[in-house]
C-alpha cells in the first residue's frame, strides 16, 4: 500500500540519519529525502476514494493532501521546523490510523474498490 510504504520511508530516512532534529536541520539530503516522501504520501493519499475518506473523518485527509500541494508548488518557502513535525508526529499517526482502517476491510478484492476512487 503505498500510504503504509512512503509513512515506512520517512521513518526508514529519520532511523537512517540518526532520528535528530539538528541532524534533520543541517542535513539537505535529509530533508530532501523526507519532503520527497512526505509529497508521495499526499499523493496517495489524494487518490483514496472519496467514500472511504468521508467514513474515516479521524483521519486529516486534507491536511496531508495539503502539505503535498505546498510542497510541489512552494518548495522554496518550505518551514523546515514544520516538515520535522510532520515527519516525527503526524505520519506515526496517520501511518497507525491508516493500518487500522486496512484492518477493517474485510475482503482483499474489496479493499482495493474502497481504496481507489
Known amino acids: 500500500m503505498d500510504i503504509i510504504d512512503q509513512c515506512n520511508r520517512i521513518e526508514d530516512h529519520i532511523r537512517h540519519y540518526g532520528g535528530g532534529e539538528e541532524t ?3 542535513n539537505w539530503r535529509f530533508q530532501d529525502n523526507v519532503v520527497l516522501n512526505l509529497e508521495r504520501l499526499g499523493e496517495a493519499v489524494n487518490r483514496l476514494s472519496v467514500g ?8 486529516n485527509w486534507s491536511g496531508v493532501v495539503g502539505t503535498r500541494i505546498v510542497i510541489a508548488h512552494h518548495y522554496w518557502k518550505l518551514d523546515m521546523d514544520s516538515i520535522w513535525l510532520t515527519a516525527t508526529q503526524d505520519v506515526p499517526d496517520l501511518k497507525a490510523k ?9 475482503e482483499p478484492q474489496n479493499r482495493e474498490n474502497q481504496l481507489s476512487g
Open 24 to 26: 534533520f536541520r543541517e
Open 98 to 106: 491508516f493500518e487500522r482502517i486496512l484492518d477493517e476491510l474485510e
Open 52 to 59: 472511504l475518506t468521508l467514513r474515516h473523518p479521524e483521519v
